[in-house]
């Protein structure tokens, strides 16, 4: 899976898969949590999911930048961008380590 991009095809076919709806309703449920996603980020802005991160909207400034080809100053808009912070279990599994509070024994 390095150098393959996981898509709303592939997440719906795991959840037929592993839970056993049909193939149209996994689509469905698929498309529902991610517009879930999408919609608790544009009005709250924060989405946190338990051992996996939390996504969060930030508010950047005006500033300026510069046309690399060019050299030239050109002001770069206010914006808002979506930024995520892993959680210390997804860090630590993408490090294959034990996740915290697994090392001394704990399940």
Known sequence: ??????????????????????????AA???????????????????KISSFGTFAVRQKGERLGRNPKTGEEVPIL??????FRPSQVLKARL???????EADGEA
Do not use: C, I, K, Y
Not at 14 to 23: D, M, P, T, Y
Not at 29 to 47: F, I, K, N, P, Y
């Open 1 to 26: 899976m390095a150098d393959r991009t996981v898509t709303r095809a592939h997440l719906a076919e795991a959840v037929f898969q592993e839970v056993g709806l049909s193939r149209s309703e996994s």
């Open 29 to 47: 449920l698929v498309d529902e949590v991610l517009d879930r996603v999408s919609d608790a980020l544009v009005s709250d802005g924060t989405v």
């Open 78 to 83: 206010p914006r808002r961008v979506l930024v």
């Open 95 to 101: 490090n294959g380590e034990d996740p915290p509070g």
